[in-house]
């Protein structure tokens, strides 16, 4: 697998590369996954979505992408009549925000290596922690030193 477009996040302020796809855990949920346009093996999700953490709490502000009978796949498209942000009430797991120098680049998935990452946990769609991890370059990669 090709490595893979990243989704973004608003957090603190700053937009953020953000290494994961909370809205798979909705699909899931839900039972059912849209039909969606793979136009390039970087995005085999067939969408991007934008988020933010606001107030101690995960938001999907947008999505864009294309359905596979060509219509635009948006929010308002999973889910009808709603305005603005979406709370992610659906999602627990942890965010990996790469940040620093890629010190690897892995061709699969969000594999790639940086120099840091910020990771965030979310419970129900709530904040409960955020910790940074210091990387380092794998002992089997050719510029590893002790």
Known sequence: MTAQV???????????????????????A?????????ECSSCWRGYQGHWEIRNGKLFLLDVSGELADGREFTTDALFPGSE???????????????????LVYVHQGFESIYEQ????????????GQDTRINQLPRDHEGWRP
Request: with cysteine; glycine share 12%; net charge negative.
């Open 6 to 28: 990243p989704e973004l996040l608003l957090f603190e302020g700053v937009q953020h590369a953000l290494c994961g796809t909370p809205l798979e855990s909705f699909f899931a």
């Open 30 to 38: 839900q039972g059912t996954r849209p039909a969606l346009q793979v």
């Open 84 to 102: 603005g942000p979406i709370f992610a009430g659906w999602y627990s797991g942890r965010l990996r925000c790469p940040q620093g120098q890629l």
């Open 117 to 128: 990452d910020v990771l965030i946990q979310i419970c129900e769609g709530f904040v409960m």
